[in-house]
């Protein structure tokens, strides 16, 4: 996929990005230096007598910034969990830039069999916090560097991936897009990308990704009102076709 990271480079201001390795220096969105362990719970269901479901984690800004709850995460973990068990239940199911594990941990709570994958540093907390919501059985923790090869963990066939709080990282976008493009071949999943607006750079990956994938907001979150107001989306991806892959 040489024509991503060759003609479709655009210069780019280093201010702007975000390296997922940087030691957090600032707080944001709840953002805390030290480790701390949180409970977040979300409505199973749309019926509220259905009851709710809470994933445990230990977020860690030590890694970098992926050790840390993110907005995107949250609004993605709570739309599955609206959309009840039925919706994944049995379901392969691959996470990207996973940090804490929060979206792919939820999946898995509702009975899905999941991957979780980053880079080697925020494995151990992956690991962790699939300890500690005693999800072993159901969840894979998986290195993935995004553009490389797909790696040998993950199953031939997926149903879905899911990706929140990805684009960050200018460097990252065209090896993002390759990675999303290698995993349409695992069956032709179904894509949902959740992502907030932060810097102007942000619109140089979605000038990459509309080469290869259509997105249109998703139409059934009772919430959409609320978290856009936060310039967060969520979208599903549909693939294009091969074109310059």
């Known amino acids: 996929m040489s024509s991503l990271s060759d003609s479709d480079d655009v210069e780019y201001n280093g201010s702007e990005t975000l390296d997922p390795f940087q030691k957090v220096n600032v707080v944001e969105e709840n953002t805390r230096r030290e480790p701390i362990s949180i409970e977040l719970t979300y409505p199973l269901g749309a019926d509220p007598t259905t009851g709710n479901i809470t994933v445990r984690l230990q977020t860690d800004p030590s890694p970098g910034c992926g050790g840390i709850a993110w907005p995107a995460g949250e609004v993605l973990a709570k739309y599955l969990a609206g959309k009840g068990p039925d919706n ?12 804490t594990g929060l979206v792919g941990l939820v999946a898995a709570l509702l009975g899905a069999r999941v991957y979780i994958t980053d880079q080697l540093p925020l494995l151990p907390a992956m690991e962790k916090n699939t300890d500690l919501n005693g999800l072993q059985n159901r969840v894979n923790v998986v290195e993935y560097n995004w553009g490389g090869d797909i790696p040998d963990g993950l199953p031939d066939r997926i149903d ?26 695992r069956g032709q999943p179904e894509f949902f990308f959740c992502y907030k607006k932060r810097r102007k750079a942000d619109k140089r990956f979605f000038a990459q990704l509309k080469k290869y994938f259509t997105w249109q907001q998703v139409g059934d979150d009772p ?8 310039s967060i989306s969520l979208f599903r991806l549909v693939f294009k076709g091969k074109g310059g892959v």
Do not use: H, M, W
Not at 92 to 97: P, S
Not at 223 to 230: E, G, K, L, W
């Open 88 to 99: 994944l239940n049995g379901k392969a199911i691959v996470e990207l830039g996973s940090g």
């Open 223 to 230: 919430d959409f009102q609320v978290y856009s107001r936060d």
């Open 160 to 185: 879905y991936v899911l990706a929140a709080d990805c684009v960050y990282f200018e460097p990252a976008f065209p090896l993002l897009v390759k990675t999303l493009c290698d995993l349409n071949g």
